[in-house]
């Protein structure tokens, strides 16, 4: 369960919930990136040699989210920890978000049923 805290931070009602859903506008702490949200994993299913190979090996054991960038034709796949909500309403530029979205509303996009996939 996310819960809005007064501040406009979500905040999980529990350690190691997702913060973010599909269609939700993210930012990247570190490199400053803005994306929308496609798929959701409860915990890094990433292998060990991409892991060891990433910079900054955030937890493993916290949900990381497949991320369509802005601006990009990339998709990351980034921990929690590592992201932010994004709160500028705009919407992203990639070429797959027709794909996995059907609409976009209010700053957040609405998720169609084509599975995540890559």
Not at 30 to 41: C, F, I, K, N
Not at 54 to 70: A, I
Request: with cysteine.
């Amino acid at each position: 369960m996310i819960s809005f805290q007064p501040n406009g931070r979500i905040q999980p009602a529990e350690s190691g919930e997702p913060l973010f859903e599909p269609g939700q506008l993210v930012t990247h702490r570190r490199y400053g990136y803005r994306g929308v949200v496609v798929s959701v994993d409860i915990h890094c299913q990433a292998n060990d040699n991409w892991y060891y190979s990433n910079q900054t090996q955030p937890k493993r054991d916290q949900p990381w989210y497949h991320v369509l960038v802005h601006n990009s034709t990339s998709c990351t796949y980034a921990a929690q920890s590592s992201l932010v909500a994004d709160s500028s309403g705009e919407p992203i530029d990639h070429p797959l978000v027709e794909q996995f979205f059907s609409s976009f509303e209010k700053g957040y996009y609405l998720r169609n049923s084509r599975p995540w996939s890559m």
